[in-house]
């Protein structure tokens, strides 16, 4: 169990190659936007995951490692372009990785 995070829950995403969650956002005007991803990584830098908006692929995030305790988490942001709507936002593993990361919010 992992303490202080600060939404209903949180996920781990898993080591295998087709380790991956999505989600959906809407918004109400097309554009430019910052999202932001809360994670935790106490093992490893993890370099090995796709970020998808709407089935194309637009990065790879580096989840700098973190420190392994139960407060260590860390946010970064991807600029990503939305359209009116509901959209599709997707992080999809692109190796078989040896460690993992938990995930709380994108």
């Known amino acids: 169990s992992i303490n202080n995070y600060t939404a209903l829950g949180y996920l781990e995403f898993g080591t295998n190659s087709s380790a991956a969650v999505r989600d959906r956002v809407r918004v109400l005007s097309g554009g ?3 999202l932001r991803i ?9 370099n090995s995951i796709d970020l998808y908006v709407n089935g194309s692929k637009v990065g790879t995030p580096e989840f700098v ?4 305790s139960d ?4 946010t970064i942001t ?6 009116a709507g509901d959209n599709s936002i997707e992080l999809r593993a692109n190796v078989l990785r040896e460690t993992f990361i938990w995930i709380i919010s994108l």
């Open 65 to 68: 490692q973190t420190e392994n």
């Open 78 to 83: 991807q600029s990503v372009n939305l359209h």
């Open 38 to 46: 809360k994670y935790r990584s106490p093992v490893a830098t993890v």
């Open 71 to 74: 407060g260590a988490w860390r």
């Open 32 to 34: 430019m936007y910052s």
